[in-house]
């Protein structure tokens, strides 16, 4: 047995060197079976132990050397410094300016509403008609693609996260085909209700539901590239739609639905023509068993994906719900009535948080590396201090989305009377004065700061894999926004709906807190979980 | 080779894969009448594919019947159990009634896996446990809330066989002492099935290797190595039968309590109608060349095979070696050896070639094959080779001298410099090569034949399907 001697005392000198061999091998041996396990790996055989060591056979040279080994690998030196860590995450400015970046696109639409006096869904031409029904066309081409598009920015990552870039590849088409399919079926029962109902005039239907299928492609390949990380396409695909449009319109005369059309086409085809290339070649460059990647069983990735579906399809729904209660409020011409005060002041303040919500960016990369090292520093005894440690990082981050929120709203806040005091600029003036638009304004920020606010515990909870909790808090959100909302403008005036927006932001804001506070208490088994 | 040569036997595959995804390599003869795949690890849920294969109302009765109170007064005691056995003797299991894996497979015939694994209440039990036996453990073994949440997970992936169904057979034939003969333990402890180990390698001095060099904390090596070994250590419990493919493996299994009468030692063999003796092919003609056939990963020990190509070079600078076998067994280690290659000057000397579709083919490009493994069994390359009349330089590990002795160069692992030398010595004495090789073939021939290795399966399996136990709660003692 190991640790058993036998025949001739054995040199000692020849014992701590196999010794030192065996600890530059394995470093530590955990016991004697290991150092046997060396000494073979080493070419040391029975008939060595025997004739070189004095020992009976391997097993019993490894019960000698094993003490020694233990001894050697404390006296030795590594042979070389423990490479530097490469960084886990980008640095923070970094990150906050990727976040700021998807900004970008929606950045350049506005300067081309300002400069064109169109973008690519918008004109300033358009009748209160034309933009109520391409209003509608726009909220319901987000609510439907969004939870398809979150849900491929989930699976995309997890087949990429193993090198299976195929399965990317492929479960990117199905997507892409499965969000077009239903974008379809939806636009075409949205557009038949519609003439059925006679509430809309059969041309305008024809023409929402050509923009609301091209916004809905459009969309759903963004939701690609964002997935690849192909931030400079979707800036590239805006400004080549928008090119072709303003070609279209300003240079050769056509229409403006005929142009937007084409501009918006031309953004999906260099959104999927980049978005294609790119998942081909990666695809292409995958090697080995990674090529033969099949796809998981399908009700698995229904069941992991589901969380993000919902949560996609009920925060966009979150976005456009308070627009969709005011604009129906009251006696109007169609069911659905844009209104540009209230628009200009939800636009205003969802620029105030554009700083905050390129925080969120930070806290997306930051989460998973504090979480990494919390594990790997803290001792298994030490549980309690690993979970305070995620809470009190959490607050931390919450104060500083708050001050960038702050310093975000008052920056806009002087902007625009900076504005507004200009000589020349009577229109900003008279827009900004409005009483509508200076309301929504107010509670517009608030209640998107309280949303960003939300969306930093989501990311909290999205990070140690709770996506559901996230579910759970929108819900109440929802139900509050309704309720508020409906109450406010069916009671008083239509813009009182931007109050559902803050009561149901608050309800996300102290829904989705108590979910991380509950998570936070108990990270190290989240975190288990989650994997 | 087996299912084909075993025409009379009906077999059902237990495929135990890393992955998912897995391509058959070899046309599957009638009689493997069906595979079960148990697949480890994977992008999405493993537990998943296996799920798949039932009836989706079972699944909901699974998951149904996996609440709290299941997982509490069911699963919870099991995984202690479980942690306990891990540092058991053989005598304390048996007085429990039986292994914990058993009573885990059972439990999970009827519950969710993934519900019962990531139970709050599971992890909680765990720590606890940990948190107990942390107290005997060395500083540098204290574990962290990382090593904690690892080590579960990886109780979680390498014990996926306790989820699969298990096919009724009459002799259950694993060839691995590891986590897929966990199948053979079960069948044993269930049905009383003859179980038979056969074991290529050792796979407890593999795991010591593996475990000893992975960049693991030293908690994490402690706890997959007693968990590895406690299931080796159940699979020759649980064996009729342990046939190691060499008398040189049989010194490790003797160790683990596998008693001396159990031990039946069956070679490998190759079929020499198909690995025969060709000329080189064009291609390679008019140049020295070495070839192997290995996966590429540590244990192959390449880059000691590519420093003995730099020392083969100095003596013959046309000298062409060519390595055959998987790239994606351990990307690092494949970067590493590729480094290697740059460093020593040797891309037009020595080619990382990939997988070689006619393993018969393969061995007829070289002059002679070449064997740098650190650990070994038997290995087949080396009787191909022999059977191909290409003598074969092999380190002298496992079963290599047995069989190459007298027909072929056997040199120290990890010595670069004699591994070159022999190399050397071979591709200069024409001769000698040739005597050497059709030594080789000759010796295949008498002695490792598949037929020879068929045969005495054969025998084997009439002997055990006979012997079939009463279940394990009917029988005294528990284990074979």
Known sequence: MIGTRTRTEPTQEGLVELARLVAVRTGKPLDAWAVAAALESEGVRDVDAVERYGRRDVFDLAGAVYPLAVGASAERIPSEAPAARPPAHPSAPRACLRGAFFFVPLAIQAASLVVLGYSQWASLDFSLAQASTIAVAVGASFIVTAGGAQALGYLGPVFDGSGKHGLTERVTYRMLLTGLAVALVVGLTLGLLGTLSGAYPAGLVRVGVVYYMLLSALWLVTAALYMIRAYAAMVLATLSGLAVAGALRSGAGVGIYAAQWAGLGISVLVSVGWAAARLRRRTRATTGERRLARMPPLATMRRQAAPYFVYGTLYFGFLFFDRIIGWTAGEHPLPVWFRTPYELGLDGALVSIVLGMAFLEVLVTALPALTETLQERTRARELADHNRAHGRFHARQLVVIGALLATGIAGVYFATQGLAQMAGLHEVRALLSDPVTRSVFAWGVAGYALLCLGLANAVFLFSLARPWSVVRALVPALAADAAVGLALSRTGPYWHSVFGLTAGALVFVVASGAAVRRVAREADYAYYASF | ?480
Not at chain 2, 109 to 114: I, K, L, P, V
Not at chain 2, 275 to 280: A, E, I, M, Q
Not at chain 2, 316 to 334: S, W
């Open chain 2, 1 to 480: 080779m087996l299912c084909s040569g075993l025409d009379e036997v009906d077999f059902t595959i237990y495929a135990v894969t890393a992955a998912p995804e897995v391509r058959l390599r070899y046309e599957l003869p009638p009689n493997a009448r069906r595979i079960v795949h148990v697949p480890l690890w994977g992008a999405v849920e493993p537990p998943d594919y296996i799920l798949a294969e039932l009836p989706a109302a079972e699944v909901r009765a699974r998951r149904e019947a996996t609440t709290p109170e299941a997982i509490e007064s069911g699963f919870v005691p099991l995984l202690g159990r479980l942690l306990g056995e891990m540092h058991a003797a053989r005598a304390d299991i048996e007085a429990g009634g039986g292994p914990a894996v058993w009573l885990m497979w059972r439990f999970f015939q009827h519950h969710d896996w993934r519900t019962a694994w990531k139970s709050p209440l599971t992890w909680r039990a765990f720590v606890a446990e940990m948190g107990l036996a942390a107290a005997e453990r060395d500083d540098d073994e204290q574990p962290t809330v990382d090593d904690l949440t690892n080590a579960l997970q990886l109780l979680y992936n390498l014990l996926l066989p306790l989820s699969a169904p298990l096919p009724r057979a009459d002799l259950v034939h694993t060839t691995i002492a590891g986590f897929p003969g966990l199948a053979g333990v079960i069948a044993c402890c269930e049905h009383g099935t003859p179980f038979l180990v056969t074991e290529h390698g050792v796979w407890v001095r593999e795991r010591y290797i593996s475990v000893s060099t992975a960049s693991l904390s030293g908690f994490l090596k402690r706890f997959l190595m007693d968990l590895s070994t406690h299931v080796a250590r159940l699979n020759y419990l649980c064996a009729a039968v342990v046939s190691p493919v060499t008398g040189y493996n049989v010194r490790w299994e003797l160790h683990y309590d596998v008693a001396a009468e159990k031990v039946q030692a069956i070679p490998n063999g190759v079929d020499p109608a198909v690995f025969v003796s060709r000329p080189k092919p064009e291609e390679t003609r008019g140049r020295p060349t070495v070839v192997a056939a290995a996966r590429i990963f540590a244990l192959k020990d390449i880059e000691t095979m590519i420093r003995s190509a730099a020392v083969a070079r100095e003596s013959l600078p046309e000298v062409d070696y060519r390595v055959y076998g998987a790239l994606d067994a351990d990307p690092p280690y494949v970067e590493r050896c590729r480094a290697l290659i740059a460093e020593l000057g040797l891309e037009d000397t020595f080619a990382l070639a990939g997988h070689h579709s006619n393993p018969a083919g393969l061995f007829a490009e070289g002059d002679i094959s070449v064997l740098s493994s650190i650990s070994e069994g038997f290995p087949f390359t080396v009787l191909e080779s022999m059977a191909c009349a290409r003598p074969v330089i092999a380190t002298d590990v496992g079963g290599v001298r047995e069989a190459l002795e007298g027909f072929g160069i056997v040199v120290p692992p990890r010595d670069h410099v004699a591994l070159g030398a022999a190399a050397v010595r071979l591709l200069r004495d024409d001769d000698l090569r040739a005597h050497l090789g059709r030594q080789a073939r000759e010796h295949v021939l008498a002695r490792y034949r598949t037929a020879h290795m068929v045969d005495a399966y054969r025998e084997l399996y009439g002997r055990l399907a006979d012997r079939r136990r009463p279940a394990l709660a009917d029988r005294e003692p528990v284990f074979a």
